[in-house]
């Protein structure tokens, strides 16, 4: 089921070989209730508990396409939901801090991703944010529809660096590529129509 997986997300545009090896070496059944397993390995998103969903494994190999990773690069994510992008981009060989809101989510996201052996910092609090502490990141990725884009992310993200993220209020949002050229200064191109939840300021549960 996962080689098929693998086989579509090709032909839908995924191309970066090492994020299709990725996908093959992450159990994404593990992110999901026993009930959903079955279906795991289909191009489809799926409840994970507090109104969040694990994205379709299109959408998280299209975004970290986007964010053109590269081996040691220091990545923020906002959204650390089920865990499985967090996965993705460890098995990349990154080194990932990741954000999630929802406690429930934090806890279970980090056992499952401590019992697949992987290390990203996980911590739990609001996405809007960051984590400046741990500033500047060569890349973030945002995994949640956000209103706008959050001026406290681009602060944190290195002159050069890229942040892949959604914006809209509705139901739909624009895939966006953010590049930081200056301090003052960003490019932005678009990249199509996604749904994610929203990424909600001030919601810590």
């Known amino acids: 089921m996962r080689k098929k997986l693998i086989i579509e997300l090709r032909e839908k545009g995924i191309h970066d070989e090492k994020i299709l090896s990725a996908f093959d070496a992450v159990p994404r059944h593990y992110f999901l209730d026993n009930v959903f397993a079955e279906q795991a390995y289909s191009n489809i998103a799926f409840q994970i508990g507090s109104g969040q969903t694990i994205s379709h494994p299109y959408t998280v190999a299209f975004q970290t396409q986007l964010l053109e990773v590269k081996k040691g690069d220091k990545i923020l994510e906002i959204g650390t939901g089920s865990g499985f992008q967090t996965s993705i981009l460890c098995e990349l060989g990154v080194k990932v801090y990741s954000i999630e809101r929802h406690k429930e989510l934090h806890l279970k996201a980090k056992r499952v991703i401590q019992h697949l052996k992987y290390n990203p910092r996980l911590s739990f609090g609001d996405g809007f944010k960051g984590l400046p502490a741990f500033a500047p990141f060569d890349k973030v990725i945002i995994t949640c529809g956000a209103p706008h884009i959050p001026q406290a992310l681009v602060d944190q993200l290195k002159i050069g ?3 892949i993220i959604p914006i809209g209020e509705g139901e739909e949002q624009q895939m966006k590529r953010i590049v930081k050229i ?19 300021e001030n919601k810590v549960k």
């Open 182 to 200: 200056s301090d003052t200064e960003i490019e932005k191109e678009d990249y199509g129509v996604f749904k994610f939840v929203p990424m909600l």
């Open 161 to 163: 660096g890229i942040m």
